[in-house]
């Protein structure tokens, strides 16, 4: 079982499809840079070479055959590897490592939209990265018809899980708001609707309030 670091600063982005989360990202990364901080970007599922083949089966629209406890334990295989090989070695060495997506995504997606529930999750969870949670998580919020057309714009394509119904959809931002209200000292809800600089500005001021009352410099 793996232990929570002592050092460094865990951040992670979740949010639903469009709600710009990848923008929001390397904004974040940008400003914490700038700021003079040591950063590790990495992202689930994907962050290391391995995570990233795992990722490439995930997402396919062309496997939609891919069974939904399949699909749950190749989240979680991505995931040990991200947290061993890059998210805990950067933890001790002190750094800030941002990370697109953790568990929590996996409670949503799978523990409520494919309804695998949360014990099993996070029962997996502590086999892949035993103690380990997000010290700050910052929760774009947006509205999901929105969000959607947003992906079908930008990207020009949907792919696996954005393709899921808008039930599924509905059951992924209820559980997302429903852990945010759960864990208020972890979570912070931003509306993702406004323009991009006043999302940016707004995710800025909750990361920096977070690493003033933890007296990181």
């Not at 429903?178 to 864990?183: E, F, G, I, K, T």
Request: net charge negative; charged share 25%.
């Amino acid at each position: 079982m793996t232990d929570t670091p002592a050092r460094g600063l865990f951040i992670t982005l979740e949010g639903t499809d469009g709600s710009g989360k990848t923008t929001q990202l390397s904004r974040l990364i940008a400003r914490l840079r700038e700021a003079g901080h040591t950063v590790t970007e990495t992202a689930e599922p994907g962050g290391t070479a391995i995570g990233k083949k795992i990722r490439a089966i995930l997402l396919d629209p062309a496997h939609q055959e891919l069974h939904r406890t399949t699909e749950l334990l190749l989240y979680f295989a991505a995931r040990a590897q991200n947290v061993h090989e890059l998210i805990l070695p950067a933890l001790a060495r002190g750094e800030i490592v941002v990370c697109d997506r953790f568990t929590d995504s996996t409670l949503v997606y799978q523990g409520a939209g494919r309804k695998f529930g949360a014990d099993l999750v996070l029962a997996l969870h502590e086999i892949a990265c035993g103690t380990l949670f997000p010290d700050l998580t910052v929760y774009l919020d947006v509205d999901l018809e929105a969000g959607l057309e947003r992906v079908r714009t930008s990207r020009g394509h949907i792919d696996r899980m954005d393709g899921q119904s808008i039930e599924f959809h509905h059951r992924v931002r209820a559980a997302y708001l429903d852990l945010a209200a759960a864990h208020p000292q972890r979570f912070r809800v931003i509306d993702a609707s406004p323009a991009a600089d006043d999302v940016e500005q707004a995710v800025w001021m909750a990361v920096k309030a977070e690493l003033e009352q933890r007296h990181v410099r």
